[in-house]
């Protein structure tokens, strides 16, 4: 019998999507420390960024703090991998550009 391997879904997208400030911002705080709960949960890669995106119903939103010090581009990033049942968001330099994201020139 096969073990039954947990698969999880990851919306992945171009740094492009971010800006540079918060491509800055991310850099530096990876977990962030600032806030009590919720926390933005951020791994930094080579070419990005993993961000937890919490699926939980019952939990406050990162993003719905009054002090969210990130762009709304990354807000609305957070909210499209959770509307689409992703638990992560991947930034990456190489990842694809979509029409319909605000995109940044940096």
Known sequence: MSPKYEIQKTLVVSTAHISSADNTALSVEGVSKKWDVPVLIVDPFSYGFYIYVNLDKDEPRVEDKTDW??????KKLI????KLGCPYLKLDRD???YEGLETFDW
């Open 69 to 74: 010090p990130y762009s709304k581009a990354l």
């Open 79 to 82: 909210q499209l991998a959770r």
């Open 95 to 97: 990842g694809e550009t």
